[in-house]
Every structure is written in C-alpha cells, then in structure tokens.
C-alpha cells in the first residue's frame, strides 16, 4: 500500500481533536521538530505520544530524508505506518527501517542501496528487502520474519525468536549469539557463523567461512556447502552437521546422513 492510502485508512474515525501533550496546539511540520520534542533517540513509545492524528503528517514525515540524525525516529514512524496499514506498506529502503515491527508488512524499495539495522527489534509482521540489506539485520529480533537479497556483517544478530531467509550471501558473523529462531543461508557466508550461538537453527547452502560456530553452546548449524578451517572450536553445546569440513574440525561436529 501507498503511504496516501495508508494515512486515509489508517485514520479514519479518529479523534481529529486530540491535542499534542507537550505543546497543545503546536503541530509538528518535520522530522526536526519532532526530534526538538523526543531527541534522536527516542522510545516507540515517546513518538507516537507526539505524533498528531492528522493525515498527512506520517506520509509527510515518512517521506523525508533523515539523514543521519533522525534514522531512528523514522524507524519508529515506518513500524506505526505499518502497524496501522491493512496492506503491506512500501517504503523508500533506509536505515531501522522496521524498528520494533510488531505486526504488518513492509517492502522496502531503492535498487543497489545497502540499508543497516532493517528489523532491528522486530517481534513481528514481514519486512521484505528486493536488494540486499546492509549490517545489523534484524538483530535482537523476537518474532516475525525477514527476507532479503543478501546482507552485509551481523545480521540476525542476538536473534531469539522469528525467521529469517537469505537469497543470497550471508556475510560474516551471521547469527552470531542467536539463542533462538530459525535462519536460511541459501548462499554461503563469512566467518564466524553461529558465534556463541545457544540455541535456534541456521541452514547455510553454500560454503562457510572459518570457525563456523565458535564458542557454541546450543542451537543447530547444518551446511550443505564446505566449512572452512576450525568449525566447532571450543564448542560446549549444540550440533553441527555438514558436508565438508576444514582442518582442525572440532570432534563433535557431524556429517550429514
């Protein structure tokens, strides 16, 4: 869906009277403006107490650039939109964008540009990313789910719960300290995939990069591909299947049947 058709939607039968509570009266033109009000950092929940219920003010804000100071605000608005969307929302791909997704959808449009911290916090809904997504995807994410390209480094990051699918390469430190949820590579990945891992799964179809689940302690690692040097080292926890394996194989790790 359209942003002017989620504002038209997402409104109707509102309250068009309620007030802001810090300054009665005093709209917000701008991402500026609400950032004087909550700072760059602000909470879910700080935002949309400011955010007035006319209609064009979240298309107004959601379609202007946050540069590098208000990626966070604007990772909140695109959750809210989304949220309040009764059809999956398409938005220009920028940073957090996602931030704290609890439910709807999100596409994410702008061939060859790499965005960070996508799903970041998400417990649910659906992000789809047709490029490939940058740093940080869907780190510390507790539901829902995300498919992308590829991704850069870190991405579903402290992961314990929700799904994650990449069409492409995985980068490194792919899952890394995930305690739960379930990841498809169906490329290869970098090194150090499933670092600290604890628990959930992760199915990498292509090669591994060294020290493929390092420092282990639970959870599944399958690959279908060849891992590289030192796979399972110092692992306390947890299986890993595959295919082929580097030298220096940890002695708990599997073939596949």
Same mark, same amino acid.
């Given at each position: 869906?359209?942003?002017?058709?989620?504002?038209?939607?997402?409104?109707?039968?509102?309250?068009?009277?309620?007030?802001?509570?810090?300054?009665?009266?005093?709209?917000?033109?701008?991402?500026?403006?609400?950032?004087?009000?909550?700072?760059?950092?602000?909470?879910?929940?700080?935002?949309?107490?400011?955010?007035p219920p006319d209609p064009g003010t979240l298309e107004r804000?959601?379609?202007?650039?946050?540069?590098?100071?208000?990626?966070?605000?604007?990772?909140?608005?695109?959750?809210?939109?989304?949220?309040?969307?009764?059809?999956?929302?398409?938005?220009?791909?920028?940073?957090?964008?996602?931030?704290?997704?609890?439910?709807?959808?999100?596409?994410?449009?702008?061939?060859?540009?790499?965005?960070?911290?996508? +799903?970041?916090? @998400? =417990?649910? /809904?659906?992000?789809?990313?047709?490029?490939? $997504? *940058? !740093? #940080? &995807? %869907?780190?510390?994410?507790?539901?829902?789910?995300?498919?992308?390209?590829?991704?850069?480094?870190?991405?579903?990051?402290?992961?314990?719960?929700?799904?994650?699918?990449?069409?492409?390469?995985?980068?490194?430190?792919?899952?890394?300290?995930?305690?739960?949820?379930?990841?498809?590579?169906?490329?290869?990945?970098?090194?150090?995939? +499933?670092?600290? @891992? =604890?628990? /959930?799964?992760?199915?990498?179809?292509?090669? $591994? *990069? !060294? #020290? &493929? %689940?390092?420092?282990?302690?639970?959870g599944r690692i399958t690959i279908f591909g060849r891992a590289?040097?030192?796979?399972?080292?110092?692992?306390?926890?947890?299986?890993?299947?595959?295919?082929?394996?580097?030298?220096?194989?940890?002695?708990?790790?599997?073939?596949?049947?």
């Open positions: 869906m359209r942003l002017t058709r989620l504002v038209d939607d997402a409104y109707r039968g509102l309250n068009r009277g309620r007030r802001l509570k810090s300054q009665e009266g005093d709209p917000i033109f701008s991402l500026d403006d609400l950032a004087e009000r909550v700072g760059c950092r602000p909470s879910r929940a700080e935002v949309e107490e400011l955010l804000l959601l379609m202007s650039d946050p540069g590098k100071g208000y990626q966070i605000i604007w990772g909140h608005l695109s959750s809210i939109a989304a949220e309040r969307s009764p059809e999956p929302l398409r938005l220009p791909a920028r940073d957090y964008a996602g931030l704290g997704l609890s439910r709807g959808g999100i596409i994410l449009e702008g061939e060859g540009k790499s965005v960070d911290h996508v +799903g970041e916090r @998400m =417990s649910g /809904g659906r992000i789809y990313l047709h490029q490939g $997504a *940058g !740093d #940080y &995807l %869907g780190q510390e994410m507790t539901g829902g789910g995300i498919i992308t390209a590829g991704v850069g480094s870190y991405a579903f990051r402290r992961m314990s719960g929700g799904w994650g699918v990449i069409r492409g390469e995985g980068g490194n430190f792919l899952a890394l300290g995930s305690s739960g949820g379930r990841v498809v590579c169906q490329g290869g990945c970098g090194e150090r995939a +499933g670092w600290l @891992m =604890s628990g /959930g799964s992760l199915r990498i179809h292509g090669d $591994a *990069g !060294d #020290y &493929l %689940g390092l420092l282990m302690k639970g590289g040097r030192r796979a399972g080292w110092r692992m306390k926890g947890g299986t890993i299947r595959g295919r082929e394996f580097g030298p220096e194989a940890a002695d708990g790790v599997l073939g596949l049947d």
